[in-house]
């Protein structure tokens, strides 16, 4: 079994597909610009058209809902990484 085969087998996904992510934060401005421009760092394909947004019931919360182009483990490893670090994404899914 090759390296890329095994690869395959761990992994539910199968790449390249559309992939959605579910991030959480604050209701404040320049969220969903700061997520949009994460999500186009990994996926330049990114159409942010495709965003759906979700208050929480008091509106101080904002869910956003991004679907990216997932062509590899590493790619939505990595993009999980700088979402979380970002100072204004509380959760991501």
Known sequence: ???NT???QDSL???PSLFPIKV???N???FVHAVTQI???FDPDFDAATIELRDSKAGNYLGITITVTATSRQQLD???RALTS???VKVVL
């Open 39 to 41: 999500a186009r760092r």
């Open 86 to 88: 970002h100072e204004l």
């Open 78 to 80: 990595d993009l999980y």
């Open 28 to 30: 404040v401005d320049g």
């Open 24 to 26: 959480m934060g604050a």
């Open 6 to 8: 095994a690869s395959r």
């Open 13 to 15: 996904i199968e790449y």
């Open 1 to 3: 079994m090759t390296q």
